[in-house]
């Protein structure tokens, strides 16, 4: 008994020691690893140096957005994030790191695959290329144009339906409280649904959110199975993610089939839309088409790329003008001027031309609230010779770089009193300058491809909303003009995981509408 006792304590003791020494071995390693890292002439706070939790921790808890934006501001244009990332903040470095496929995407994108890489996720410039060849046509302006009446009609006018039956249920005369960021999002993905899925997802029209719902489970699903891969054998442990992943899945694949079939019975399809685009799309180099599974994914990738990125970007335009009466009322005027016949919508290109500070409030509500600002790396050169950033030299190895949308576009030293909302930066002689120093789509190769699509969509929404409704802030509105911080409307605070919007839209969210005729 006594030796078999002794005997299982003596293994229990070896197990013990050996655990030990082995966390011994790795913390040792890792902090050899941290007091010699090429990066410690990096400015940044001590901690980031050892570990790189205080990054994860704002990208876990939506927050990366302000993080990144502080410790710039603290440290300057080159900033130690974490153990092994930096960030930049310089506009021109920036746009030199983005020219080329030099420096990938990170290994992050690749993690958070859906079924095959996309053009947004791969990290091989060959794929990507590819893609963006096969897709150049689909997404130029001119095709973009091409849609503008399903845009228009799935968009704008849907929300201005849906606002002016809030208008004629409201207990109030001609005054009704509408939230709109949901209007935003919703439009979005109607318009996405319509254009790249073949039928409406009738979010505005009727309310039906099962794709809104599924698809921002399909974002945790991709988020989770990133970081913890075995979850993608765990189904019975989230059985609503994977119900959710498939439910999308299923709605592409039918999609594309419904299309199929319908060509084959009527020889030519209902309509040329993205659906139809990506389809037919064609590498003009090598002839090739897109086979099913990619067809699944690059439709699907619509999804995540084209909705709350502009739905967003609209919501935060909103805020902005609450915030700046001033703004909203030239803005306002300027549209009701420019565009008093009210029995036809305002077009895109109508609205781009004559309604320039409508071009500037745009780009500054981009400047200072970007849709996509969130966890952004880029790998190191592949040919192991390290780069030069921001005057430090960062060799291979030594960890990712990350981009600071956000923070180059609130640098104090460019963007005087950059927290305030002001489009006359975007207004006078500045103005190209000033563009040089905007990312919010960002540059170079990997520049997003569907920003043709979000313009059309961004000035047909604003200028027709702005024209039809008087907005106002109700007087219980959590933030407005009348809540300041050194002398500047305090904004909604954001919440980033992909893209970055208002936290808490449900309170935080609410206008007043009434007809403006
Ligand atoms: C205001 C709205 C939008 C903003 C601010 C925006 C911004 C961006 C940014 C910053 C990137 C680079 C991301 C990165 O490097 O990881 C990007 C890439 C991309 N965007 Fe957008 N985007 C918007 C709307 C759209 C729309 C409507 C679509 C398509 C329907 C779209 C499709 C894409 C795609 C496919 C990429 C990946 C391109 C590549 O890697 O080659 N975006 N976008």
Not at 256 to 276: F, M, S
Not at 345 to 350: A, D, V
Not at 422 to 441: H, I, Q, S, V
Request: proline share 6%; charged share 20%.
């Amino acid at each position: 008994m006594l030796p078999t006792l002794l005997d299982s304590i003596s293994t229990l003791a070896l197990v013990g020691a050996t655990l030990a020494f082995y966390v011994i071995v790795v913390v040792t390693r890792s902090l050899l690893r941290s007091l010699f890292s090429p990066l410690n002439t990096v400015p940044g706070p001590l901690l980031n140096k050892f570990t790189n939790l205080p990054l994860f921790y704002s990208i876990l808890r939506g927050t990366y957005y302000e993080y990144s934006i502080r410790l710039h501001t603290q440290y300057g244009e080159l900033v130690r994030l974490g153990r092994d990332h930096v960030s930049v903040s310089n506009a021109s470095e920036l746009r030199r790191i983005l020219a080329t496929h030099t420096f990938r995407k990170g290994a992050n994108y690749e993690r958070s695959v859906y079924l095959m890489p996309t053009v947004f996720s791969t990290t091989d410039p060959d794929l990507n290329r590819t893609r963006r060849r096969q897709f150049g046509s689909l997404y130029a302006m001119s095709s973009i144009r091409s849609m503008e009446d399903l845009i228009l009609e799935h968009g704008v006018l849907s929300l201005i339906k849906s606002w002016d039956k809030a208008l004629e249920n409201s207990e109030e005369e001609n005054c009704a409280t509408v939230n709109y960021h949901y209007g935003f999002h919703g439009m979005s993905f109607d318009i996405i649904g319509i254009l790249g899925f073949g039928k409406s997802f009738n979010v505005l029209s009727q309310g039906d959110t099962a794709m809104t719902d599924a698809f921002h489970k399909l974002l945790v699903f991709l988020a989770m199975t990133g970081r913890i891969p075995i979850i993608q054998h765990m189904r019975w442990a989230f059985k609503p993610l994977f119900d959710a992943r498939d439910y999308v899945t299923q709605v592409v694949h039918r999609s594309i089939e419904t299309r199929k079939a319908y060509i084959a019975e009527n020889g030519k399809p209902p309509r040329i839309d993205l659906l139809q685009k990506i389809i037919d799309a064609r590498d003009p180099l090598t002839g090739e088409v897109i086979d099913m599974p990619n067809l699944v994914s690059e439709t699907a990738l619509l999804l995540a790329a084209g909705t709350d990125t502009t739905s967003n970007t609209l919501s935060w335009t909103i805020m902005h003008l609450m915030h700046y009466p001033h703004v909203y009322q030239r803005l306002r005027d300027d549209i009701r001027r420019e565009f008093p016949d009210h029995s036809t919508p305002i077009r895109y290109e109508e609205a781009r031309k004559q309604l320039p500070y409508l071009t500037a409030v745009l780009n500054e509500s981009m400047r200072v609230s970007p849709s996509v600002a969130s966890y952004l790396p880029r790998r190191l050169p592949m040919d192991g010779n390290g780069a030069t950033v921001c005057g430090h030299y960062i060799p291979h190895g030594a960890g990712e770089i990350c981009l600071g949308i956000a923070a180059c576009h609130r640098r104090s030293d460019i963007w005087p009193d950059p927290s305030r909302f002001d489009p006359e930066r975007f207004m006078g002689a500045d103005t190209d300058g000033n563009l040089k120093n905007m990312l919010a789509f960002s540059s170079g190769v990997r520049m997003c491809i569907g920003r043709n699509l979000a313009w059309v969509e961004l000035y047909t929404t604003m200028a027709n909303l702005l024209r039809r409704y008087d907005f106002k802030l109700p007087d219980s509105a959590p933030y407005g003009p009348h809540r300041t911080f050194n002398g500047i409307p305090e904004e909604i605070p954001g919440i980033a995981f992909i893209t970055s919007g208002p936290r808490d839209p449900t309170r935080n969210c609410k206008v007043e509408i009434s007809l403006a005729f």
